[in-house]
């Protein structure tokens, strides 16, 4: 049958979190790192797993919020539609959550140094987080739009969205990287 899934998925009749309540769980799960990773220090083997955990999850969500920035990069060069887009992040949104939280709950194993760095990079991690909740309020207003282009200052919001998106993940990304040449 057109339209139907060969696989149904279970939990896609749940209601969602008020966005209020996600990033309250965001910024908890966040703090719960912060403080849990600079007092837990694993035996070396457990941190190498840790590290890798963590530059996999890295790799699933970053690759994910990539793979919608590039779509929507096409749509505004008319080489995609509107709802190409919608259907890429829609698709990405899963990936993207499963890096998020792969990062967080590696990264409490990864007992790193507390510097200026690393407290910038987990300021861009907790940015990630909020920034995600709030692009998925803005989601979900475009997705009443299918069909048709949604208002100029919605796409702004989404434009930001994906700037702040993309500031927090490359800052993060940079000083995870300089911070593995020092350690």
Do not use: C
Request: cysteine-free; overall charge positive.
């Amino acid at each position: 049958m057109a339209g139907q899934p060969l696989i149904a998925l279970p939990g896609r009749h749940r209601r969602r979190l008020a966005p209020t309540t996600r990033a309250a769980v965001v910024s908890l799960a966040w703090l719960a790192v912060v403080v849990i990773a600079p007092r837990v220090a694993p035996p070396p083997e457990i941190r190498a797993g840790a590290l890798f955990v963590h530059l996999i999850s890295m790799l699933i969500g970053f690759g994910a919020v990539l793979f919608v920035d590039w779509s929507g990069i096409l749509f505004l060069a008319g080489r995609h539609s509107f709802g190409d887009v919608l259907r890429t992040a829609e698709s990405a949104l899963t990936p993207t959550w499963i890096g998020f939280t792969g990062l967080l709950a590696s990264g409490a194993l990864l007992h790193p140094q507390v510097t200026y760095l690393t407290v910038v990079k987990l300021l861009a991690v907790l940015v990630v987080g909020l920034n995600g909740v709030y692009a998925g309020t803005v989601a979900a207003r475009l997705s009443r739009h299918r069909g048709h282009r949604p208002p100029t200052p919605l796409l702004v919001q989404a434009g930001l969205a994906t700037a702040v998106s993309q500031l927090a993940w490359w800052t993060a990304v940079i000083i995870g990287f300089l911070n593995s040449q020092t350690s």
